[in-house]
């Protein structure tokens, strides 16, 4: 069946680390691949998404590309801020169907 | 545009109750879905309502259930509550074929 399969966490990084974040999946035909980010006591908001292979998605700073030969969907930033400290869930989903989501990987970044 | 609204934002109930969550969709979005997520886990698929007919359920019992409103804002309903319904319910909703999903902030439920 359709899975994500997400590095575990939790990570702790120093201001202007590097991070990467693993994330592979499983699926039955072409999913579409997505990063979420949950902040402390909120709901889950879209990171980045990219919807075919080897596409790139970006957001503030944030990068993934969609590798169809390794069923990879690696989250990067190349200098993490205290502001990124919260839990990223590495997710896929095939059109019209459900979201399928890892167990997500916390992140705490210290100044 | 008003984005993903859920109420109410916590609820206290007690086993064997019932409880109904509230989810209003993003303006133009049809489709909403609604998930579990346990302290410390992923979000887990409860089910999906298209058009206010259900067209995609998770690995849920029935006593989890669900309406879509015309207006494609959305309910779920659960009976019988058990200790480990005890969660942050996501509702969230999308447009037609769309891939992505937008997330309300969630309701946090506890049962005691």
């Known amino acids: 069946g359709d899975s994500v399969t997400q590095m575990e966490g939790p990570v702790t990084l120093s201001e202007e680390a590097f991070l990467t974040i693993n994330c592979t999946y499983t699926?039955?035909?072409?999913?579409?691949l997505f990063w979420y980010v949950q902040y402390p006591g909120e709901g889950l908001q879209l990171l980045l998404k990219?919807?075919?292979?080897?596409d790139k998605g970006s957001n503030k700073g944030f990068e993934a590309t969609y590798r169809k030969e390794t069923t990879s969907f690696h989250l990067e930033k190349g200098s993490v801020q205290v502001s990124d400290s919260a839990v990223y869930f590495c997710?896929?989903?095939?059109?019209?169907?459900?979201?399928?989501f890892g167990t997500g990987t916390s992140l705490t970044v210290i100044p | 545009e008003t984005g993903v609204t859920q109420s109410p934002t916590h609820l206290i109930k007690t086993r064997g109750q019932q409880v109904t969550l509230r989810c209003s969709s993003q303006?133009?979005?049809?489709?909403v879905s609604w998930y579990q997520q346990a302290l410390g886990q992923g979000p887990q698929f409860i089910f999906q309502?298209?058009?206010?007919?259900?067209?995609g359920r998770g690995n849920f019992p029935p006593r989890f259930s669900g309406l879509q409103f015309p207006n494609y804002s959305s309910e779920l309903n659960v009976n019988a509550l058990e200790l480990d319904d005890s969660a942050l319910y996501l509702c969230?909703?999308?447009?037609?074929?769309?891939?992505?999903?937008?997330f309300g902030p969630g309701t946090r439920l506890l049962v005691l």
């Open positions: 303006s133009g979005h049809n489709t």
């Open positions: 969230a909703s999308r447009g037609g074929w769309s891939e992505t999903q937008y």
């Open positions: 990219a919807t075919k292979a080897d």
């Open positions: 997710a896929l989903s095939l059109p019209g169907n459900q979201f399928y």
């Open positions: 699926a039955t035909g072409y999913p579409s």
């Open positions: 309502y298209y058009r206010e007919e259900e067209n």
